[in-house]
């Protein structure tokens, strides 16, 4: 019992004294039936983002609580049709992963979108898709690529 005390005052010591680089979940275990989680939100992502590339902009306004992702995404593409819509999805390590409902040309669809946040700007990802039921899905996250070259950078809500 004092090695599981003596384990935990550690383990406490170091979580407090090292905060989460991605706001991740932090569980410390107390013993075999218990867990501690502490859930952090991610209000510094809370606000609007902005993405222009030549002719195409895109903006996306999102609120991070507890892990859980809601907003608006509209994309501006130049020659298509304006897709607008909202998110809903979650937060984890550095990741923003949600279902885009969205109206384009009067119907209503939707797709997962990716979005890996980086150095304060939110890179979105691109890869190989398959069809989930009603939902087009990407076929593996962690092979995704990011855009980097038309960040979404945060600026003041408009």
């Known amino acids: ?40 939100s991610a209000p510094e992502l809370d606000g609007c983002y902005f993405s222009n590339q030549n002719k195409d902009s895109s903006n996306l306004k999102i609120n991070i609580k507890n892990g859980e992702v ?14 607008s819509g909202t998110i809903s999805g979650s937060y984890k390590d550095s990741l923003i992963i949600a279902n885009y409902s969205f109206q384009s040309e009067g119907v209503t669809s939707m797709r997962e979108v990716v ?9 979105e990802g691109y890869g190989d898709i398959e069809t989930a039921g009603s ?12 855009q980097d070259k038309s960040p979404f950078i945060k600026k003041e809500c408009k």
């Open 1 to 40: 019992m004092k090695n599981s005390v003596y384990i935990l005052s550690v383990l406490l010591f170091l979580a407090c004294n090292n905060t989460p680089k991605d706001n991740a979940l932090v569980t410390v275990s107390k013993d075999t039936t218990e867990n501690v989680t502490m859930a952090t």
């Open 135 to 146: 939902i087009v899905k990407f076929k593996d996250i962690s092979q995704l690529k990011y």
């Open 115 to 123: 979005f890996k946040v980086a150095n304060g700007e939110l890179l």
């Open 70 to 83: 809601t907003g608006t995404l509209n994309y501006n593409l130049y020659e298509k049709d304006k897709n």
